[in-house]
C-alpha cells in the first residue's frame, strides 16, 4: 500500500528570507513577488546618467529582456522594476529600461539577489481542467497549476504563458523564457488562438458571419479571425472560433453579445500547437517541431522604420 503523497505545490521552494539560501523566485509567481517587492530610493539624476554611462554597451541587449529571459517577469514587469530602481548592473543602480549590457560580462542584482543569467528554458503544455485557477499556487487553497507539475517543473520556475478563466479548459503553456512569453501574450504579434464553444440551442447561420465582421464590446470592436458551426443535436451547438485578441474572457463577451451564453469553452490551439489527445490534467514538455513554430510564430520582423517590434 502506498502512502499519499503531499501535494507538489506543498513542497515547492519559497523564497527565503534575508540571509538564508535558495532561489529568490523558486514555486512562486515571479511577478507578484517582484510587484511587491522591497521599495529602494533611486539615485538622483546626476547619478542615474553617470550609472547609465557606466553600464551601458551600444552592441549589448536591452536590460528588460535580459530579465525576461532570465524568468524573473515579463518584459513589461521588467521595465517597471528597472524604473523603481530595483535593479543593479555591476553594482550600479539603473533606472533607463534603454539600456544595453552583455549578459556574459556583468553582473546582475534585483532587490538585492543576483540573478543566475545561465538559464536552461523549458516549455511545457498543460490541458487545463475546469476548476484549475490560472495562478502557480492559490492563497485561498483552490487548485491551482503547481498541483499539476512534477517537482523539476516547479523548481525550473515556469510562469503561464496568458490566463484562462477559472471554468474555461484546455492548452496552457508554461515556461522560464520571459522574451517568449512576452511574445506570445503582446497583441502586436497577433498569434491565434483556437476554441471550440459549446452554446445551448440552435445557432443561426449568420451568427459567424456576424463574428466575422465584428460586434462592438464595451471594451472596444472585436472581430474573428475565422468562425464555423461544426454541429448541433437541437439542444446543443458546437462552434470553433479563432481569434488572437487577449482580452479578459473575450470569447465568453462575444458570445453573450450575441445572444448564445457559453455552456463550455476549451482552448485547443495556439498557432499550430494543438491539444490533441492529451488528458486533461496533464502536462508534458513541447517537442522540437512544436516549439520552432512558437519560434516562428513570434519572430520579430522589421518595421518600416528598421526597428524590431516590441
Not at 529602494?40 to 550609472?51: F, G, V
Not at 512576452?182 to 452554446?199: A, C, G, N, W
Request: charged share 25%; aromatic share 2%; glycine share 10%.
Amino acid at each position: 500500500m502506498t502512502s499519499r503523497k503531499e501535494p507538489r505545490a506543498a513542497r515547492a521552494a519559497r523564497t527565503p528570507p534575508p540571509g538564508r539560501s535558495g532561489g529568490p523566485f523558486a514555486g512562486e509567481d515571479p511577478q507578484r513577488i517582484l510587484r511587491s517587492g522591497p521599495q529602494r530610493s533611486k539615485p538622483r539624476l546626476s547619478e542615474a546618467e553617470q550609472n547609465f554611462e557606466s553600464v551601458h554597451d551600444p552592441d549589448g541587449i536591452r536590460l528588460q529582456k535580459v530579465l525576461a529571459q532570465a524568468g524573473v517577469a515579463s518584459r513589461r514587469v521588467c521595465e517597471g522594476l528597472i524604473a523603481e530602481g530595483r535593479v543593479e548592473v555591476d553594482g550600479k543602480v539603473v533606472v533607463e529600461p534603454g539600456v544595453r549590457v552583455r549578459p556574459e560580462a556583468v553582473t546582475i542584482h534585483v532587490d538585492g539577489v543576483r540573478l543566475s543569467l545561465d538559464v536552461e528554458h523549458r516549455y511545457v503544455m498543460f490541458n487545463k481542467p475546469a476548476g484549475v485557477v490560472t495562478t502557480l499556487s492559490d492563497p485561498q487553497g483552490r487548485p491551482a497549476i503547481n498541483d499539476h507539475l512534477t517537482e523539476e517543473m516547479v523548481a525550473a520556475r515556469l510562469v503561464h504563458v496568458g490566463r484562462l478563466d477559472r471554468e474555461t479548459e484546455g492548452l496552457l503553456l508554461l515556461t522560464n523564457d520571459g522574451e517568449l512569453a512576452h511574445r506570445l501574450t503582446h497583441p502586436s504579434y497577433e498569434v491565434p488562438k483556437t476554441y471550440m464553444v459549446e452554446v445551448a440551442g440552435s445557432v443561426r447561420k449568420s451568427v459567424p458571419k456576424q463574428l466575422l465582421e465584428g460586434i462592438e464590446l464595451e471594451d472596444g470592436p472585436i472581430a474573428a479571425d475565422s468562425c464555423r458551426i461544426l454541429g448541433s443535436t437541437g439542444s446543443r451547438t458546437m462552434i470553433e472560433v479563432t481569434l488572437h485578441s487577449g482580452r479578459n474572457r473575450i470569447v465568453r463577451r462575444m458570445f453573450d453579445h450575441v445572444g448564445h451564453p457559453v455552456l463550455r469553452l476549451v482552448r485547443t490551439a495556439i498557432g499550430q500547437i494543438t491539444i490533441g489527445d492529451q488528458k486533461q490534467g496533464t502536462v508534458r514538455d513541447l517537442g522540437k517541431q512544436e516549439l520552432g513554430h512558437l519560434l516562428e510564430l513570434t519572430a520579430a520582423p522589421t518595421t518600416p522604420e528598421g526597428g524590431e517590434r516590441p
